[in-house]
């Protein structure tokens, strides 16, 4: 499909990194925009989301492709900066473990590697940690849950649409697993 397009007009949008990666190298990264780019591209009317009346704290795990392969990682921060009180994640810029398959297939090494990250996010007392994959969503929302502790792991597509759902009012965020 990548190769269909690549001989067409026109431009992508992904919200996976892994999957923003591949098209960049098929298509040409000027053809592939990342969520958060065109988030801000767009100027999207963005409103800050609340927790119990204040600013969400919102931290962010980086996409290893998005980061490393197509070097988006000011973008997604700027869009959160706007949603709420944006809180650094100690190695937000390590690999969380999922590497697509790496998780199943090498579950024990994966939960190494995930294992400091976890210790991080339980000191910083977050509401929500965003994601820019969903790969890294789905092995972050596990580990959180295992962990127990009251953060929620949303994609940054989520919160966006959590931030225009009411029209200018604040969107709650509840504490705890992704519903």
Known sequence: MAR??????????????????HLASVVGRDRVLDYAELVLERAVG??????GGRRA???LQDSCHLRNGLGVHTQPRAVLAVLGDLVEVPG????????????ILRGRDSRRVLAPKIAALAALDLDVLAVVNP???RQLAGAVRR???????????????????RRGETAPVRRGAVT
Request: hydrophobic share 45%; charged share 10%.
């Open 46 to 51: 963005l409103h800050p989301i609340t927790v």
């Open 4 to 21: 269909r397009f690549a001989g067409g007009g026109g431009r992508v949008v992904s919200t996976a990194g892994g999957c923003s990666a």
């Open 135 to 137: 790969g890294c969503q």
């Open 147 to 165: 962990a127990g502790l009251p953060i929620r792991v949303l994609h940054l597509a989520q919160l966006v649409e959590l931030s225009r759902a």
């Open 57 to 59: 704290r919102i931290g």
């Open 92 to 103: 937000a810029a390590d690999c969380c473990g999922a590497a697509g398959t790496y998780a």
